[in-house]
């Protein structure tokens, strides 16, 4: 992504307020920041049925324009990756969500759009129970599924329990913050956070000079949310944040888990209530995550591909895979996201079937995204 893109980029977030539909909807009509910029004054003519309080709010760009040049400084001297909605750095799972940032800043070593995404979120203050739970479960995912990136908040409790037992076991995490790449919050934090970046990362929507204001948490959440396969939500009162984050997976057709409690344990009734509300599955081990993910094949495939073993070996398909090959036999070739619609398998759990069918010989993936069957 070239420097020009992310300049006018940058300021488009400013132009719009931070009203990330709209300006989602203005990046993708017209392509790129810049072209929005290049359009500030035929704006009606592109899209004819934007408001004139947008069309005014287009057309002077002095003051954004200053404040992402500030910004370009910033993040040339402190080494920060700008992925701009169009990159290929760009976590692609977000391309999905109606609300995605046009623009992340980002220090770090992990790849955002890796095979597997776990967000692992809960109360700030989580008992020694919620502690245990993800000690036991990032342990286990390891000897399971070593090849998942972690994400979470930085914040207190469930979050950063999550992110140094991802340390611990040599999982990347990477964690979503709710301020710029200037401060850290909270500071307790910040020998974790410098690990992080050498062993994943730390990624935020917001510029610099941006404090850690009570809705900037609330806003990241579903970046969170978004950037992830599944959710798992480990201890949580009958409000939280937690709950906001498992809503938001929900509603972006994201998997969503949950550790019961204790009965009558105010840090579980959150969770409670989302199994009974059949928002969220109920899980004990990593094991039930990474089976109802389908990511149970995952050292079995990898074994397969070095080998070399064809397909004639795997004669038989399940239910779920035979999804995937009977769109593609009708549809033809198609991407991840429309598989995804075409079948009503959750991204996550799409992910590990197209690399299951491809260790198989059935399918082959394409430039562009696209996946191609094999007849």
């Known amino acids: 992504m070239n420097e020009q893109e992310v300049y006018y980029t940058i300021a488009l977030t400013r132009m719009t307020g931070f009203n990330f539909s709209t300006a989602l909807q203005l990046y993708?009509?017209?392509?790129?920041?810049?072209?929005?910029?290049e359009h500030r004054n035929d704006i009606k003519d592109v899209l004819p049925d934007c408001s004139d309080r947008l069309v005014n709010s287009l057309r002077d760009w002095q003051l954004p324009?200053?404040?992402?040049?500030?910004?370009?400084?910033?993040?040339?001297?402190?080494?920060?990756?700008?992925?701009?909605?169009?990159?290929?750095?760009?976590?692609?799972?977000?391309?999905?969500?109606?609300?995605?940032?046009i623009i992340l800043f980002y220090m770090g070593t992990a790849d955002l759009?890796?095979?597997?995404?776990?967000?692992?979120?809960?109360?700030?203050?989580?008992t020694?129970?919620?502690?245990?739970?993800?000690?036991?479960?990032?342990?286990?995912?390891?000897?399971?599924?070593p090849d998942v990136l972690i994400v979470s908040g930085l914040a207190y409790g469930i979050d950063i329990c999550a992110h140094r037992h991802a340390l611990q076991q040599g999982f990347n995490t990477v964690g979503?913050?709710?301020?710029?790449?200037?401060?850290?919050?909270?500071?307790?934090h910040r020998d974790t956070a410098k690990e992080m970046v050498r062993q994943g990362g730390l990624l935020t929507e917001y510029m610099s000079e941006t404090r850690a204001d009570k809705m900037n948490f609330v806003k990241r959440n579903r970046i969170v949310a978004g950037i992830s396969d599944a959710t798992l939500l480990v201890e949580s009162a009958s409000k939280g944040g937690g709950l906001i984050t498992a809503r938001i997976a929900q509603d972006y057709n994201r998997?969503?888990?949950?550790?019961?409690?204790?009965?009558?344990?105010?840090?579980?009734?959150g969770?409670?209530?989302?199994?009974?509300?059949?928002?969220?599955?109920?899980?004990?081990?990593?094991?039930?995550?990474?089976?109802?993910?389908?990511?149970?094949?995952?050292?079995?495939?990898?074994?397969?591909?070095?080998?070399?073993?064809?397909?004639?070996?795997?004669?038989?398909?399940?239910?779920?895979?035979?999804?995937?090959?009977?769109?593609?036999?009708?549809?033809?070739?198609?991407?991840?996201?429309?598989l995804?619609?075409?079948?009503?398998?959750?991204?996550?759990?799409?992910?590990?079937?197209?690399?299951?069918?491809?260790?198989?010989?059935?399918?082959?993936?394409?430039?562009?995204?696209?996946?191609?069957?094999?007849?």
């Open 128 to 145: 020694a129970y919620g502690q245990d739970l993800v000690r036991r479960f990032v342990s286990d995912l390891r000897l399971l599924c």
């Open 65 to 101: 324009l200053a404040r992402a040049a500030q910004e370009m400084e910033f993040i040339q001297k402190h080494h920060i990756q700008p992925l701009c909605y169009g990159d290929d750095r760009y976590p692609q799972r977000l391309l999905e969500c109606p609300d995605a940032p």
């Open 176 to 188: 979503i913050l709710a301020h710029g790449l200037d401060e850290l919050y909270p500071p307790s």
């Open 271 to 338: 969770c409670h209530a989302m199994i009974r509300d059949n928002v969220a599955q109920l899980v004990t081990s990593a094991e039930d995550l990474v089976t109802a993910m389908g990511w149970q094949g995952d050292a079995l495939l990898r074994q397969a591909k070095a080998e070399g073993i064809e397909r004639s070996c795997f004669p038989d398909l399940s239910d779920q895979q035979q999804l995937v090959v009977d769109a593609l036999d009708t549809y033809g070739d198609l991407q991840q996201n429309h």
């Open 28 to 37: 993708r009509e017209l392509g790129s920041g810049q072209a929005v910029y």
């Open 255 to 269: 998997s969503v888990f949950a550790f019961p409690g204790p009965v009558g344990a105010s840090t579980s009734e």
């Open 340 to 375: 995804s619609v075409k079948t009503n398998i959750p991204i996550g759990q799409l992910t590990a079937l197209l690399f299951q069918l491809e260790m198989k010989g059935v399918v082959k993936p394409l430039a562009g995204g696209n996946y191609h069957l094999l007849k």
């Open 113 to 126: 759009n890796c095979q597997h995404v776990v967000d692992i979120i809960g109360m700030r203050r989580c």
